[in-house]
């Protein structure tokens, strides 16, 4: 498996609090990318970062921010959480554009009730 | 964006060949096709890509047909483990080349 870890694996947390997810790699890649998987609709894509301090939104960034202030460790937050952020959360990482894969973490499940 | 359409699932037979098939007839000239496969809860795992020409690793093989708006996943002799979901993804060729995953095919091996 690629050096991705994600912490942490499990959370659970009330409406209204702060949470942030972090992505760690060990393989120096330049591209990270942060997911959510819910039933129904796949895998859809929050944000992503294409090197230190560069992020952009992805199709569903209402809610969640992220930081990248080095290029090992990625980091999502969810300012206010809320029970529709409940959801499995899957930090991908990858060496270059095009012909290089995504590789993906193991997920966090996370619960907001 | 270039779309994918996959069955949303299929059978196979323990030891045979399971062919996945995919459509992609909005295809740019420089978008990459990528099979992934998530088996149960865990993340989704890199499989195989092609540009234009056919591909083959330990995993997998990838038949790309020569206009690109189409292409198979063979896995050759199917076992148990390999009945997950696969997704086959076309890679947006821009600065921020992302991954859009579709709903992709359920498959299921059976003995």
């Known amino acids: 498996d690629a050096g991705i870890t994600q912490s942490p694996r499990h959370k659970v947390t009330e409406t209204g609090t702060p949470v942030t997810l972090r992505c760690h790699q060990t393989?120096?890649?330049?591209?990270m990318y942060w997911y959510r998987q819910d039933p129904g609709h796949g895998l859809r894509l929050i944000h992503y970062s294409y090197g230190v301090k560069d992020t952009d939104k992805g199709e569903v960034s209402d809610g969640y921010s992220v930081s990248r202030s080095k290029t090992e460790d990625f980091l999502l937050t969810l300012e206010s959480a809320t029970s529709s952020q409940t959801s499995v959360y899957f930090c991908?990482?990858?060496?270059?554009?095009?012909?290089?894969?995504?590789?993906f973490g193991n997920g966090t499940r996370l619960t907001v009730t | 964006d270039a779309k994918t359409t996959q069955p949303p699932s299929m059978d196979c037979a323990e030891g045979r060949a399971a062919n996945l098939p995919c459509n992609h007839s909005?295809?740019?000239?420089?978008?990459?096709v990528y099979w992934y496969r998530q088996i149960h809860s865990q993340g989704p795992q890199y499989i195989i890509h092609?540009?234009?020409n056919n591909e083959t690793n330990e995993m997998a093989s990838l038949i790309i047909t020569e206009d690109r708006k189409s292409s198979t996943l063979i896995l050759p002799h199917a076992t148990l483990r390999d009945t997950a979901v696969y997704y086959c993804?076309?890679?947006?060729?821009?600065?921020?080349?992302?991954?859009?995953f579709g709903t992709g095919t359920r498959l299921q091996v059976f003995p």
């Open positions: 092609g540009l234009k």
């Open positions: 991908a990482i990858s060496a270059e554009t095009g012909n290089s894969p995504l590789h």
């Open positions: 909005t295809i740019s000239g420089n978008e990459y």
């Open positions: 393989e120096n890649h330049r591209y």
């Open positions: 993804i076309v890679r947006v060729s821009d600065n921020t080349d992302k991954l859009i």
